[in-house]
């Protein structure tokens, strides 16, 4: 039986095309971060897991030991998880798995990613795909999301206004966050106008490429309720995967992301959520692209399946609307580093401890929900966290 | 206070340069070897649940037996999504788009992904049915496909 675990700090920084820092210096900034947050010290933490996702981008392989010092892990059990984009939420459901377990009462998870430190990050997500069969044939990040927004579009009747939409959303809310990369006031217009990188995505619905990390605590349930008192538990996780020869899946369909639904049917299994749209207060969703934004909240039932057209049409997921979505701007607006668009659990926690600054929603959030996605359309990571 | 003032961004400058030798594999190797020598396209077909892989694989992921026999399947298929990108693989911008499709192909449960030539974007539509262009020098590798193209009747 999994034992209680609470998120008890967050560490935060600057998301940036461009920091000045070594991967090492991030790192220490969001620890020290974290620890301050939460009014504890190096000392105090058990273990350490690392989360980054693809090392091509900075250059040094194996990049969590470069974390070790920086993240008081030095003479601690430390371990790194990679699972593409949904390292971002799979990396705190391992720490959360560390917990759970027993093993340990504190934890820090730490997840980075140094993308500006190479000459194209393009032609390092050209090094994911198969060398046989896929890889010959050029396909980078803009084109793979292309065929995968044509088909869910397809699918469902949704437009490409409808796309744009997000992007205005998001990176007009990314105004109140500080640490936002890419805040923008946007028409929908200027989203249209923006240049194709491969039909439907255009530049402006395609989050920008980023240096950042972000640190979050974890907590046994006696540690916790020493530490606050106010704990915001895990209340649920989960994980899909699918299968890498996206050519040929069991749907044929790469508009409907069968494996992100078993990760949150997992989730609300275990948080006892029944229905998402009446439960959940607030969600911050994996939106490497405007598209993803639409495609997540379906999968995560904040909305019927594909009725996100709907929800960004109606105002739903605005930051005042009934079931607000990436106040904090979200990765089209805060910045995309892939690991660590952990970004995106820090800000349901700010959110529910109404530390979340001038990104508060207008309303009381007490069970929030996020998710993180990527590989070759396959995998998707959800966590629900929440108030007893 | 004077303004805090940033250090200069000192950089090192290097390439990590590395040439890989990457195995095909088993059934990636009859794949190819019959593409280049008698322009098939070949699938393995589970003996348990009857489904046809395309890419080919010695073992079927659904049953988890390794229970496979080879088959040919047609050249052609339904195009189940296509790109038109503006972008190249290292991130220029293009003022022409390339464009590529997967293709679900016909008698197999499978499909690959490849340029699509012959066409332009407003040509296409999802379910349409398209076919495999064959290189006519061939070397036993995907580039032995030059590209689908909407198919002829």
């Not at chain 1, 966050?177 to 989203?191: G, I, S």
């Not at chain 1, 109606?314 to 089209?332: H, M, R």
């Amino acid at each position: 039986m999994a034992k209680k675990v609470a998120i008890v700090g967050v560490g935060m920084q600057k998301f940036e095309f461009r920091k000045e820092e070594t991967v090492e210096e991030m790192i220490f900034d969001v620890t020290r971060n974290a620890l301050e947050n939460c009014h504890l010290s190096k000392e105090d933490i058990e273990a350490v897991v690392y989360g980054s996702a693809v090392d091509a981008f900075c250059g040094i392989h194996n990049s969590d030991k470069v974390a070790i010092d920086a993240s008081g892990g030095m003479l601690r059990p430390t371990m790194r998880n990679s699972t593409s984009g949904s390292t971002a939420i799979s990396t705190p459901i391992l720490g959360y798995t560390h917990v759970a377990s027993g093993l340990y009462n504190l934890v820090m998870v730490i997840c980075f990613e140094k993308m500006s430190e190479n000459a194209a990050a393009q032609a390092v997500f050209n090094t994911v795909y198969d060398e046989a069969f896929v890889r010959p044939i050029g396909l980078n990040v803009p084109i793979q999301c292309g065929l995968e927004a044509r088909a869910y579009l397809h699918r469902y009747g949704l437009t490409e206004r409808q796309m744009a939409k997000v992007s205005v959303k998001n990176r007009g809310n990314a105004l109140s966050n500080p640490y936002a990369q890419l805040p923008m006031k946007l028409t929908v217009d200027d989203v249209l106008s923006s240049p194709y990188l491969a039909w439907p995505v255009k530049r402006l619905d395609t989050a920008p490429v980023t240096d950042g990390a972000r640190a979050v605590v974890l907590a046994s349930e006696d540690v916790a309720k020493e530490l606050t008192d106010d704990p915001v538990w895990i209340k649920g996780v989960g994980r899909g995967a699918d299968s890498v020869w996206f050519m040929g899946r069991r749907n044929y369909d790469l508009g409907r992301l069968d494996y992100a639904y078993l990760a949150a049917k997992q989730a609300y299994d275990m948080a006892g959520i029944q229905n998402p749209m009446t439960e959940i207060d607030y969600a911050e969703v994996y939106d490497p692209f405007t598209y993803k934004e639409m495609q997540h909240c379906e999968a995560l039932g904040l909305c019927p399946e594909g009725g996100a057209g709907r929800m960004i049409d109606e105002g739903i997921s605005f930051k005042e609307g009934a079931l607000p979505v990436n106040a904090s701007g979200g990765l089209q607006g805060e910045g995309n580093p892939i690991g660590a668009g952990m970004s995106r659990l820090c800000w349901c926690y700010l959110q529910i401890k109404r530390e979340a600054g001038a990104c508060h929603v207008p309303k009381d959030v007490n069970t929030a929900v996020t998710n993180g996605w990527g590989g070759m359309y396959q995998y998707n990571a959800v966590m629900v966290i929440g108030r007893d | 206070m004077a303004k805090k003032e940033k250090e200069p961004g000192i950089t090192i400058n290097g390439v990590i340069q590395i040439s890989y030798n990457w195995t095909v594999g088993k059934a990636g190797g009859r794949f190819f070897n019959e593409l280049k020598e008698n322009k098939k396209i070949m699938g393995t077909r589970c003996r348990q649940c009857g489904r046809v892989l395309v890419p080919p694989r010695i073992f079927c992921e659904e049953c988890f037996v390794e229970n496979m026999e080879w088959v040919e399947v047609e050249p052609k298929g339904t195009l189940t999504t296509f790109g038109e990108s503006y972008i190249s693989t290292d991130g220029k911008r293009l003022k022409e788009p390339w464009m590529l499709g997967i293709v679900k192909l016909n008698r197999s449960d499978g499909g690959l992904i490849h340029f699509i030539g012959e066409a332009r974007p407003e040509d296409l539509k999802i379910g349409m049915p398209m076919e495999i262009v064959f290189k006519d020098k061939r070397e036993g590798n995907i580039m032995d496909i030059l590209y689908f193209r909407p198919a002829k009747k």
